[in-house]
């Protein structure tokens, strides 16, 4: 095998890996609805909870805060993380196009 056959498999595969992330952060971020509902859906439980004094409503109150919290730290970090395997990819088509430029 010629090297121009295995830059060619590789440039493939590196383009492959692109548009995967690409479809997978626009996935991720079409899914916001999810958290959005989870948000929803503990400030009505909550409401409930104070307006029928229910004895823990702090706790229930504290605790859905909680999980709220974690659900947003969760979906930015994983977003963050596909956008920066994303960029780095694109670093590296970068670097392979300014090598084969000064060539």
């Given amino acids: 095998m010629n090297p121009t056959y295995h830059h060619l498999k590789d440039t493939k595969k590196e383009e492959g890996q692109k548009e995967l992330l690409e479809r997978n952060l626009e996935a991720h971020r079409s899914r916001r609805w999810v958290t959005n509902s989870i948000y ?14 229910v004895p ?3 706790i ?17 970090a994983l977003d963050k993380k596909i956008e920066l395997r994303l ?5 590296e088509k970068r670097k392979i196009i300014f090598k084969g430029n000064k060539s």
């Fill in 40 to 53: 929803a859906m503990s400030l009505l439980v909550v409401v409930l909870c104070f307006y029928f004094h």
């Fill in 56 to 58: 823990k409503a702090a």
């Fill in 60 to 76: 229930i109150t504290l605790i859905l805060f909680l999980i709220c919290a974690t659900s947003e730290i969760l979906y930015r």
């Fill in 87 to 91: 960029k780095r990819i694109k670093q």
